[in-house]
Structures are given as C-alpha cells and as structure tokens.
C-alpha cells in the first residue's frame, strides 16, 4: 500500500466491494454462471482471467483513481482487485450455499473465478466511481479523453451490462426465433440507442467553446456498436454458446446480444466515466 494510510486506504476497498457486488449480484445467483464454472475447461478459465486483467489495466490507466499512475502501481492496483474479487466472489458463493468444502477443488475454482471476474470489473469502477471526485483539483475539468479511453470505457460497459444476460438460455431462443428483418431491426436499434446516448453525453459533457462534433459523434457510435460486437463475442463463446452452432445462429446470437452490450457500451462515459 502507499502513503494514503489505513483509512482511507479501507474506504477505497470498501467503495471497491461495494461496486463489485452492485454490478455482479445477478450474476452471482444465475444458475447458467455456476454450471459455466463447473463445465469450463482450465484454458478458458486462463483465457477469461487475461481478459479481464487486460480490462482493468486499460480502465485503471485512462479513468481509474489517479491519472499519474505509475506502470508498478497500475498493475499492483489491478492484481488487487482481481484478489479481493476472488476473496468477495468466494465469501459470496460460501454465503449462498454454492461452494462448499466438500466440492472438489476444481468445481470450487470454476465457479470462483467466473464469477470473480465481473467483480474484479465492478470494484474497478466501484473504486474510482463511488467516491469523491479528488483526482482533479482547482476546479479544473478532466479531459474529455482519447479515443483508446473511450475504447476501454465502452468494453467495460458493454461487458457489465451485456454479462448478466449473456449466460442465459433466452439469447438463444430469441436468435432462433429471429428472422432477418428482426435482426436488422435489432442492429439499426442498437445504432440508434449508441447514437442518441453518445449525442445526449457530448452535449452535456462539451464545453461552452466547443460546439459537437458530428464527426467525432460518429466515430464514437461506430466505435461503441463495434465493442458491443467483441464484447458479445466474447461472451457468448465462454459462456458455451458458440461451440456446436452454425454460423447463422452465432451471429444470431451476437446481433442479439449486442442490443444490451451497445447500450452499456455507448453508456459507459455516463455510467462508469467521470
């Protein structure tokens, strides 16, 4: 720990728990995430654990809690939070009655960690969000940011909107169900809620010099619907939907959803952004 000593030092750790349980408690009492965790092979497990340290390096470096961070600090800081998610995630799972001693260490393990991981994204955003604004002093504003800070926002936003869905069985269903004009419905839906989300936050966040930036608004809508994509993607092949499906149904499925990832990833300047 540095010099911001116990106090405040717990404080931020408490904020941390709090934001980890505020954006994961779906997750931690949906069925499809603990069997996930039993069935998931250790690769996968590796693989979604890289993806997330990866989310929060790229969060704690461009909107986290200090913006001077160094390169050790960025990483202890991210390593901690992936921790204490596992100790949270655990305790919570202890809590509920779905891990036991009497598990087999790997059962216990999978479902730790799938679960542990959208916490670790919470108490992230739960650290640097919940508190008080102290990162920028003297009335100064916070720079509206980079396009690779916009990137990470709209990640993790589509990740913690889109993940308490995408384990579900209904994704499926409604792929199944959907015929082409539903789902090119449901792209222009999706382009529409990115566009109207991002037009109301540029306006708001946009100094009185600066007049919105049409362009720059669509690169942003571009940007986040392309994020909502990867980030559906991602999802639906480690929650086990894409193995054993045709390549209609997989887009199906990512088109579907993509709705709720755009909409965490058009709003992740608003909801996870200061």
């Not at 969060?59 to 961070?69: P, Q, S, W």
């Not at 679960?115 to 919940?130: C, F, K, N």
């Not at 690169?219 to 939907?241: D, E």
Request: charged residues 15%; aromatic residues 8%.
């Amino acid at each position: 720990m540095d010099k911001r000593g116990v106090a405040d030092t717990a404080k931020e750790y408490s904020r941390g728990i709090i934001g980890g349980l505020l954006f994961s408690l779906p997750l931690l009492y949906t069925m499809e995430v603990w069997w996930t965790g039993f069935i998931a092979s250790p690769l996968k497990l590796a693989g979604f654990v890289l993806f997330t340290f990866l989310l929060l390096l790229g969060y704690n470096k461009h909107a986290g809690v200090r913006k001077d961070i160094s390169t050790a600090d960025l990483f202890r800081e991210s390593m901690e939070e992936i921790g204490l998610s596992f100790v949270v995630t655990f305790l919570f799972l202890l809590l509920i009655n779905k891990v036991g001693f009497t598990m087999s260490f790997r059962e216990i393990a999978g479902k730790v960690i799938v679960e542990a991981m959208i916490v670790a994204i919470g108490i992230s955003v739960g650290t640097a969000q919940l508190g008080e604004d102290d990162r920028v002093g003297n009335g100064k504003k916070k720079d509206e940011g980079s396009t690779i800070q916009m990137l990470v926002l709209a990640l993790c936003g589509g990740v913690l909107v889109s993940s308490s869905v995408a384990p579900t069985d209904e994704i499926l269903i409604i792929a199944i169900a959907s015929t082409p004009i539903h789902l090119l419905l449901m792209v222009l839906l999706s382009l529409v809620l990115c566009a109207l989300i991002l037009g109301y936050i540029d306006f708001r966040n946009t100094s009185l010099e600066e007049k919105p930036n049409l362009q720059h608004t669509l690169l942003l809508v571009v940007m986040s619907y392309f994020s909502a994509l990867l980030v559906s993607f991602i999802m639906l092949w480690f929650f086990g939907r894409v193995t054993g499906n045709s390549a209609e149904i997989i887009i199906a499925q990512v088109i579907v959803l993509a709705v709720p990832a755009a909409l965490g990833a058009s709003a992740g300047r608003l909801i996870i952004g200061k």
